[in-house]
């Protein structure tokens, strides 16, 4: 049977990916942030995982404001990259998995969730950039993909219960799935910023450190908060910590193996955290 043999959350700010781009990871302003990754690297080469379910949100590259899905997983043989104005440079294609993909989506909908099934899907930087950062050097991607998209961008948004049960539902679905295959999820997005309005620059560096440290000591912490309350203590963009709660809710109990946060990155908020399952 398939399992998950770890969560992986992490930014994927735009300025990340030109940061690649441009060979600065050792620079002063970069050096702390891209330092941060290498035990994520040492144990992605020890534990091999065979697929990667990422937990994302489109930026106007598939879904826009006249169309927009609460919940969305792709089924593709393959995920192009595409630039959506950051001037970011595409990465080599993305092979999917359509089987687990398949699975995932019949499993979740069995559990009652309303799903778009999307067989031709473009990913953006919520996806190429911590795939960049999880597995350096511009190689074929050691992995097979599926994404799993969630509207943080147009209310009404799903709240952080909704997102934690089904991050618990794609857990099932994995541990349902009868090929033999290691399986990581990773959720991207966040921290506390706010890209535009009177606040815009805002960080809560108080409520990222309590967030970040509940997902191994109690991961259902942030649902007790409304979307609202969310976007009141870490700004309209960092509601995507949804995205790490969901990739989180994946996995039963955990032991943090690293974690980093960062100030600033752009105008915001960076974190990652490495997560595996304990017995």
Same mark, same amino acid.
């Given at each position: 049977?398939?399992?998950?043999?770890?969560?992986?959350?992490?930014?994927?700010?735009?300025?990340?990916?030109?940061?690649? !781009?441009?060979?600065?990871?050792?620079?002063?302003?970069?050096?702390?942030?891209?330092?941060?990754?290498? #035990?994520?690297?040492?144990?992605?080469?020890?534990?091999? #995982?065979?697929?990667?379910?990422?937990?994302?949100?489109?930026?106007?590259?598939?879904?826009?404001?006249?169309?927009?899905?609460?919940?969305?997983?792709?089924? &593709?043989?393959?995920?192009?990259? !595409?630039?959506?104005?950051?001037?970011?440079?595409?990465?080599?294609?993305?092979?999917?998995?359509?089987?687990?993909?398949?699975?995932?989506?019949?499993?979740?909908?069995?559990?009652?969730?309303?799903?778009?099934?999307?067989?031709?899907?473009?990913?953006?930087? !919520?996806?190429?950039?911590?795939?960049?950062?999880?597995?350096?050097?511009?190689? #074929?991607?050691?992995?097979?993909?599926?994404?799993?998209?969630?509207?943080?961008?147009? $209310?009404?948004?799903?709240?952080?219960?909704?997102?934690?049960?089904?991050?618990?539902?794609?857990?099932?679905?994995?541990?349902?799935?009868?090929?033999?295959?290691?399986?990581?999820?990773?959720?991207?997005?966040?921290?506390?910023?706010?890209?535009?309005?009177?606040?815009?620059?805002?960080? @809560?560096?108080?409520?990222?450190?309590? $967030?970040?440290?509940?997902?191994?000591?109690?991961?259902?912490?942030?649902?007790? $908060?409304?979307?609202?309350?969310?976007?009141?203590?870490?700004?309209?963009?960092?509601?995507?910590?949804?995205?790490?709660?969901?990739?989180?809710?994946?996995?039963?109990?955990?032991?943090?193996?690293? &974690? @980093?946060?960062?100030?600033?990155?752009?105008?915001? !908020?960076?974190?990652?955290?490495?997560?595996?399952?304990?017995?």
């Amino acid at each position: 049977m398939a399992r998950i043999i770890g969560c992986i959350t992490t930014s994927h700010v735009p300025a990340i990916g030109k940061a690649i !781009a441009n060979g600065l990871q050792d620079e002063p302003y970069w050096k702390e942030w891209f330092d941060g990754f290498k #035990p994520v690297h040492r144990w992605l080469a020890e534990e091999k #995982p065979d697929v990667a379910v990422i937990v994302y949100n489109d930026h106007g590259l598939n879904f826009f404001l006249d169309k927009m899905p609460t919940f969305a997983i792709g089924a &593709a043989p393959e995920y192009q990259s !595409a630039d959506e104005g950051w001037n970011i440079p595409t990465v080599l294609p993305f092979t999917g998995d359509p089987a687990l993909s398949w699975h995932l989506i019949n499993s979740v909908v069995a559990e009652d969730f309303d799903v778009t099934m999307c067989q031709e899907m473009l990913v953006d930087h !919520a996806v190429c950039n911590p795939m960049a950062l999880l597995w350096p050097g511009g190689d #074929p991607w050691p992995v097979r993909i599926v994404p799993v998209e969630i509207n943080t961008v147009q $209310f009404p948004l799903p709240s952080a219960a909704r997102c934690y049960k089904l991050g618990e539902a794609i857990g099932r679905a994995v541990a349902s799935y009868p090929k033999d295959l290691r399986v990581v999820v990773i959720g991207t997005g966040g921290l506390s910023h706010q890209l535009d309005g009177e606040r815009a620059g805002f960080i @809560n560096k108080d409520f990222d450190r309590k $967030f970040m440290a509940s997902l191994t000591d109690d991961p259902a912490w942030a649902t007790r $908060f409304s979307t609202v309350e969310l976007v009141e203590q870490t700004g309209s963009q960092g509601i995507e910590l949804i995205l790490w709660l969901t990739a989180r809710a994946a996995i039963g109990g955990v032991r943090e193996v690293a &974690a @980093n946060y960062h100030i600033p990155i752009s105008n915001t !908020a960076a974190g990652m955290l490495l997560l595996e399952p304990v017995a």
